[in-house]
């Protein structure tokens, strides 16, 4: 079975600074593969995705995610953090289809002025 | 387009009664939705796959009695929370699959945050 796996529960950056959120996955073949972004007691948010073609893939909000085969991984970037960018971040992956999806367990992402 | 929403967006229920929850695709239509269960500092577990016109397939561990789906037409699926308990109140989730979409992605619909009480 596919597992998905985000090394850092929880993680504070200043305001501006440049953030990564690591997500690794364990699948015998490419996946489908999401962020999304939560914020404290509401739904999910979907930041960008991956299916197939350029591997550096941009999202909203000023995010983006690189799929590196070699490393079956799938981090999240972005080049200056904003205040209102803390949130929970979960990766996620579809395996066969995009729809049946496994979380990871998720990243808090802390925002310091 | 892929509009999913959910009803309602929160609810409080006495233990013991029952919680219908509802999933609806807006804008197109879904032979699969799937839900999910997320606890509170926790991520999103898959509790079971809803088939419109067929039964749920529930992942282990998932009681069916006590969650009960019906998938009853190409836009609505219900989850029941029936004879709920304190250990119930969770925010559920649901999505729905768009076969018109490239590798038939699922969307989400805003959650319900169940509390019991």
């Known amino acids: 079975a596919q597992s998905v796996t985000q090394p850092d529960i929880h993680i504070t950056v200043s305001e501006g600074a440049s953030l990564e959120l690591r997500c690794n996955y364990s699948?015998?073949?490419?996946?489908?593969l999401f962020w999304y972004v939560q914020s404290p007691g509401q739904g999910l948010q979907l930041l960008l995705k991956y299916f197939s073609g350029d591997t550096l893939v941009q999202g909203i909000k000023g995010f983006e995610a690189e799929f590196k085969r070699s490393q079956s991984s799938f981090n999240l970037r972005k080049p200056s953090v904003h205040w209102s960018d803390a949130a929970e971040y979960f990766c996620a992956v579809g395996t066969g289809t995009a729809s049946k999806l496994t979380f990871g367990t998720g990243t808090r992402l802390q925002v310091t002025l | 387009g892929a509009v999913v929403s959910q009803h309602p967006s929160w609810v409080i229920c006495k233990s013991g009664t029952s919680v219908k929850i509802e999933c609806r695709s807006l804008?197109?239509?879904?032979?699969?939705m799937f839900w999910y269960r997320q606890f509170p500092k926790q991520s999103l577990m898959l509790m079971a796959t809803s088939n419109e016109g067929s039964k749920a397939t529930y992942e282990q561990g998932v009681e069916k009695d006590k969650f009960l789906i019906n998938h009853a037409s190409l836009t609505l699926s219900t989850l029941t929370v029936t004879s709920a308990h304190p250990e119930d109140s969770s925010f559920y989730i649901c999505?729905?699959?768009?076969?018109?979409?490239?590798?038939?992605?699922?969307?989400f619909g805003q959650g319900t945050r169940l509390t019991v009480v």
């Open positions: 999505s729905a699959r768009d076969l018109n979409r490239a590798a038939n992605e699922a969307f």
């Open positions: 699948y015998g073949a490419t996946p489908y």
């Open positions: 804008d197109f239509q879904a032979t699969t």
